[in-house]
């Protein structure tokens, strides 16, 4: 069935190396895109978004990449810390059934190694 | 500013019996989503209210019902629990924008466990 989905479920970097989470999705009618940061025993973090008609967005440290003739999603964290320690989810937002939902992924847990 | 809150923060059922969650939204905030999340999978849509109506429904079955209060505080409640019930519950508040997608804070959850 058409899903968001991540390529690797763990990502292991070296503290203070780039860090790139990537994800896929299937739809191509979603039109909307975000990542979100969870951290153990917290509720998901909204972390940057970007819409269809963008391939490029930056933030503080982060970029996501969107392809859409791939359909392929990308974090980029710049410099990783300890602090990005947690479980990375992409989501895609699309119209269903009159409605507009978000479908997540399954997530990808981020490891920094000292 | 009080982000979004909820209470408890776990719980512990048996098979058949109902819950009730409850949840706070983050201050200013009218729209009240709720979530399902199973351990290592990525948060399922449940329903989302604003103005004390439910506005959209994921797939879940009707055992899932909530209610919007006029204060914007939400509760969901779930009927004859199932084993399969057992999962991190999230509540989401956002401020209704007339856009497409308006921007969800999460809360910390309710973890719930049916033996």
């Given at each position: 069935?058409?899903?968001?989905?991540?390529?690797?479920?763990?990502?292991?970097?070296?503290?203070?190396d780039n860090?790139?989470?990537?994800?896929?999705?299937?739809?191509s009618?979603s039109d909307?895109f975000?990542?979100y940061k969870?951290?153990s025993g917290k509720?998901?973090?909204?972390?940057?978004?970007?819409?269809?008609?963008?391939?490029?967005?930056?933030?503080?440290?982060?970029?996501?990449?969107?392809?859409?003739?791939?359909?392929?999603?990308s974090?980029?964290?710049?410099?990783?810390?300890p602090?990005?320690?947690?479980?990375?989810?992409c989501?895609?937002?699309?119209a269903?059934?009159?409605?507009?939902?978000?479908?997540?992924?399954?997530g990808?847990?981020?490891?920094?190694?000292? | 500013?009080?982000g979004?809150?909820?209470?408890?923060?776990?719980?512990?059922?048996?098979?058949?019996q109902?819950v009730t969650l409850?949840?706070?939204?983050?201050?200013?905030?009218?729209?009240?989503?709720?979530?399902?999340?199973a351990?290592?999978q990525?948060?399922?849509?449940?329903?989302?209210?604003?103005?004390?109506?439910?506005?959209?429904?994921?797939?879940?079955?009707?055992?899932?019902?909530?209610?919007q209060?006029?204060n914007?505080?939400?509760?969901?409640?779930?009927?004859?629990?199932?084993?399969?019930?057992?999962?991190l519950y999230?509540?989401?508040?956002?401020?209704?924008?007339?856009?497409?997608?308006?921007e969800?804070f999460?809360?910390?959850?309710?973890?719930?466990?049916?033996?």
């Open positions: 069935g058409e899903s968001v989905g991540l390529h690797l479920p763990t990502l292991s970097v070296q503290e203070g860090s790139i989470i990537n994800c896929a999705y299937s739809n009618a909307y975000i990542w969870q951290e509720g998901p973090q909204f972390i940057i978004d970007i819409r269809s008609n963008m391939d490029k967005r930056q933030g503080q440290r982060v970029t996501v990449l969107l392809n859409k003739t791939v359909k392929h999603l974090l980029q964290i710049a410099a990783t810390q602090g990005d320690s947690a479980v990375y989810f989501a895609e937002g699309r269903m059934d009159s409605n507009y939902q978000l479908i997540w992924g399954a990808t847990k981020l490891i920094i190694k000292p | 500013d009080a979004v809150t909820q209470s408890p923060t776990h719980l512990i059922k048996t098979r058949g109902q409850r949840c706070s939204p983050k201050s200013g905030h009218d729209t009240v989503s709720w979530y399902q999340q351990l290592g990525g948060p399922q849509f449940i329903f989302q209210y604003y103005e004390e109506e439910e506005r959209q429904r994921g797939n879940f079955p009707d055992r899932f019902s909530g209610h209060f006029p914007y505080s939400s509760e969901l409640n779930v009927n004859a629990l199932l084993l399969g019930d057992s999962a999230l509540c989401a508040s956002s401020l209704e924008r007339g856009s497409r997608y308006n969800q999460f809360g910390p959850g309710t973890r719930l466990t049916v033996l």
